[in-house]
Structure formats: C-alpha cells, structure tokens
C-alpha cells in the first residue's frame, strides 16, 4: 500500500500536488502520506489479531514527532534506542511504557532515565550490561523490566551492513549462553525479567531467515518462560520493501503491480510465524521500522544542472547524501521519477547531488525521461533511514518535511536556518 501516484499527470501524496508543496517549501523536501504510515500500522496490526501483540515501531526509522503521534494515535508502541529518541515518543504523546530500550551502548545516565519514566522493558545486549542496570535500578530504588537480546545466530541474507543475527555482530549474546545468563540474572534483587527479545536484521525480503529464527528460539523461550515467568517475546523488526521495480513491473506504478504484492507481505509473514508463536501463551512484541515508514515518504529534489559528457548523461540535483545517504551508504536503490510524467525516450542518466565526493550519487545509467534545470524529482521510499540519517556534511542545513493528511498539508519541520548549521561552535579565546 502507497499514497503516491500521478493524477492528472502530476505525481500526488495523498490528495495533494507534490509540486505544490516544493513551490511553497522548496527542496529538498521531505514528503510524507499519513494514511501510509498508518495503512502499514494497521496491516501488520490485522495480521498480528491472533496473537497478544504488541507493535513498537523503530524510532530510529523515522523519528519525527508528527509521525510518532501519527503511530501514537494508532495504538503503537516504540522501540527506541537512546534518552533521545524516549524523550521524542514522549514529546510526541507516546507512551513510555509501552516502549522498549536496546541498543548495546546504553549509559547510566540513559538507563536511570528510562527507569524514572517506567519503560515497557530493557533489551538487553550483554552480561555487562545487566549488571549496571541492575546496579542503577538499586541506586534509585526500583526494578528494572529486562529482556535479554538473543542473537540466534541466522543469516538474514541482507546487505552485511544491515544484518544483526550472526555471531560476526556485536548485538545481543550468543544462544549457547542465554540460558546462564536468565540463571544468574534471576539472582539479581532489581530485576524483573520480562522476555527475551531478538532481532536478526532489516530489509529481510523472505519469511524464511524469520521462521528459521523463531524456530530456534521458541523452544528456548518456553523453557525459560516457564521457569522465570516471562511476559513476552519480540521477535524483533525486519520486514522488507519493495524498492526496486525490476521486482516488480517496471513502470512507475509499480507498487500496485502483483510482482510487489508477491513480496513478503504481513499475511505471509503473519500465516508462517503465528503456528509458531500462539503455543508460547506470551505476548508478542514486533519492532517494525521500515515496513511501517519506508514507503510512506519521498525526497522531493530540483533539478539544477543537466551535465553532458562525451560518456555521462548526469542529472545534477539539489538534493545531496547528507539527506539521503541510503546509496552511498548501502548502494541502496531508490526509484527516481519526475513529478510531471514524462512519456518518451529514456536517457541513461546519472543523479547526482552537489556534495563533492563521488560517492554523492543516487542512481548510475538509470533509464530516465530527459529533464532539464528546474524540473523536479522524486526519490521513492525515503520515509525509513533518510531524513533521521541526515547531516550537515558540506555545511548544508538539513531538508525540512511535510506531512501531508488527505487534501491537508503542514510543514512538520522546517529547514534548518543556514546559521544554524554552526549554531553552538566557538572561536577560542586565544584565536
Ligand atoms: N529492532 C532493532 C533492534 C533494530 O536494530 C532495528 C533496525 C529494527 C528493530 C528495525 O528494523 P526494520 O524493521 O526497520 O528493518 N540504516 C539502515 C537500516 C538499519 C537498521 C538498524 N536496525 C538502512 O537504511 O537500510
């Protein structure tokens, strides 16, 4: 599901005009469609009906607070993974405790304010780590709500940078030592353990690495469930997308086409894992990031200049890696389309942003309609891991965002003022 097609020619998010919103904000420009973000909620949200539930959506995909109230508003909980993205869910009307707390690197300062405000529970990634909440929960007088982070060690079979469930990643402890670990913890006096969490990797595109994971850990998880008096068990996030339209048909239309709808889909995901978890009798959480928010957005961009080598076609555009690092970063593919359709012939055309370094690209010889400066562009599926991924690299100001709600649309963050881009630097005293 997508709220992002041409209507009369012109690409629309939701009811409104996308070349309405960049000539009245500018580019780049971040666009989002409400009805998407909690289209994806609500999908997963069915699918999951059999089940005790729990949806934490991952902060850290999209973290601006008009879309943690849009999922607020929703009934979502949050996975969150710093005193940062906790004190956003809260400025955004979310409920701290339905919220979850991972992340391998938490300091004291964050788990003692993650226990004053009464969090869901700690996904815990180490022994070390149990120790110190132990330790901070006694200082301040409370129990903390743990779950240890299994890592099942499967291969999600995604791009290295984003997978989490081998034994070669630094995220939650071995399988083989889960069981001694809950044995000792369970002699700690400030702890409630809770569950035990897991999460193998993002941009899983089959339901396979999932069932493999569930498989392994359910039997573990039972074990100790029965013998702590667990709650829960989350299975972590991972649900893929569709980004590419060579999966599917090849037009710009191409989320409708039944190539994308073949995809991992909730039904799928949901029909495969439920046998597996109903027979736990434990509440399942998910942390779904990019399922939720990944085709709920869309980086709008100028045209600047159309640079023509004897070899290159390159489309030089407004719109740099420091707001969408995505193919830099992973070699990631982002659909690029014109907010005019553009019938006619396709030039191989390299996107390019302003940055200087090579890297600073978007796509290379893709097949494009010929534009020229001042055109605008889409890059598709930019609601995961773009804006919350931006930086000032180049002293360039972070892009400002819109949301959009049907024929509404207000500015949910406005540009970063230029000045403000070395807001908080200082000159010393002897320069
Ligand atoms: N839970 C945990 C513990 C995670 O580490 C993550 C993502 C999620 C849930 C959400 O995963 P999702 O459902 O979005 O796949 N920047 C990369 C993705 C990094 C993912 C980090 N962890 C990208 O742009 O592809």
Redesign the pocket.
Known sequence: MHSFRYVRGKLHCEGVSIESLVEQHGTPLYVYSQETFAGHYRKLDEALKPLDHLI?F?V??NSNLAVLRTLANEGSGF?T?SEGELRRVAAAGGDLKRCVF??VGKTEDEIAFALKRGIYAF?VESEPELLRINRVAAKLKRIAPVAM?VNPNIDAHT?A??T?GTYENK?GVAFEEIEGIYGRASRLKNLHLRGL?M?I????TEVKPFEAAVRKVAPLVDLLSKRHGFEFF?I?????IVYDPALASGTAEWWNSPAARKLLTPEKYARTLIPLLQPLGLKIL?????????NSGILATRVEYVKQTGRKNFVIVDAAMNDL??PA??D?YHEVVPLRKRTGKRIASDVVGPICESGDSFCKNRPLPKVAEGDYLALLSAG???S??GSTYNSRPLAAEVLVNGSQSQLVRQRQPIQKVWDGEKIPSWL
């Open positions: 934490c991952a850290k995909a996975d993974v991972a992340g996904n982070r791009h940078k984003i989490t995220f969490q999460h990797g993002s941009q899983l989350s972590g996030g991972g649900l893929g998910i942390e779904p990031g990019r399922f939720i928010a990944g690092i995505r970063m992973y990631s995961a891991y773009g919350v991924m």
